[in-house]
């Protein structure tokens, strides 16, 4: 039996899916601490703000990160804080002893950092379950961001998806479904396999440059540096790039702009639909925490 009511837990950084997640983790009767989050008009009940991210993190059994990660800067996630919010190792130490950090995933330092503390770092940017269930909500953020920066449908539109990850293929079914001449670059044979019975072209990364003249969408969900310059020097000027990589992505985004390519970093989309993206996190995080405590009992 978990006993809730002993538990503070610290949240840093996010955006409106913490809402839900603080909602629901009050609601549990623990000592839910927040900041850096947008803070909803008559607060969240059980839920303290705090203006200090350090006093959020006093004592706190578990600290919640958001999904989308750390920056290159090595500040979380936090569109709404009024300062960076950086998990050094003097905001950490203010953690109650053996402590636990539940987030999307952890860069170098901040990896050194909780080791060095007796923290312990649960990671969960690759639970394929969880990215399945915020997947339709990061879709449909993606398609808005498609239909304000576009002057055609994407019915017709000749689109690539990069990577077949849980969402570079749930994005290419979308694609196919809504009309798009959809092209799939992946290094997986049976990912390009799948892409094709789901009605796109497969292709290899050694083809991607020779498909980029023709392409009018442009989207990668690969974390790692695939879109350089050699593929958006042969896009059209026309064409829109949404990279859907957690950092550091996968798109050179500098390269774009000196380019004069419009591109999008799609951080954060399962924002679209806080509540129900939210609720599928909290359950995530509430199966952790609930495992973590049996088996230290």
């Not at 539940?102 to 649960?122: E, F, P, Q, R, V």
């Amino acid at each position: 039996m978990i006993d809730w009511k002993s538990l503070r837990i610290g949240m840093l950084g996010g955006d409106r899916r913490e809402q839900e997640i603080a909602r629901r983790a009050a609601a549990t009767g623990a000592d839910v601490r927040a900041h850096g989050f947008p803070w909803p008009d008559g607060g969240i009940p059980g839920v303290k703000y705090l203006s200090d991210p350090a006093a959020v993190l006093d004592d706190a059994k578990f600290a919640l990160f958001p999904i989308p990660g750390i920056s290159a800067t090595g500040a979380l996630f936090a569109p709404a804080a009024p300062m960076p919010i950086i998990p050094d190792r003097a905001l950490l130490s203010r953690m109650a002893p053996r402590a636990h950090i539940i987030l999307g995933w952890a860069d170098k330092n901040l990896k050194m950092h909780a080791d060095a503390l007796s923290i312990t770092l649960h990671e969960y940017e690759w639970d394929r379950s969880l990215m399945l269930q915020r997947t339709p909500a990061i879709i449909e953020g993606l398609l808005r961001i498609v239909i304000e920066n576009t002057d055609i449908t994407i019915h017709g539109a000749n689109a690539c998806v990069v990577g077949q990850g849980t969402i570079g293929a749930v994005l290419t079914r979308y694609l196919v479904a809504l009309g798009a001449r959809t092209a799939v670059v992946a290094r997986n044979p049976e990912q390009r396999a799948a892409a094709f019975v789901a009605g796109a072209a497969p292709h290899s990364f050694e083809e991607l440059h020779a498909l980029a003249s023709r392409l009018d969408l442009l989207f990668s969900t690969v974390p790692a540096r695939v879109v350089g310059e050699n593929v958006l020097s042969r896009l059209k000027g026309s064409a829109l790039i949404v990279d859907l990589a957690a950092p550091p992505g996968g798109v050179d985004l500098d390269c774009a702009k000196r380019l004069g390519l419009k591109a999008i970093w799609g951080r954060g989309l399962g924002s679209r639909a806080p509540v129900t993206v939210g609720a599928s996190q909290w359950g995530g995080i509430r199966e952790r925490i609930e495992k973590i405590l049996l088996e230290e009992s």
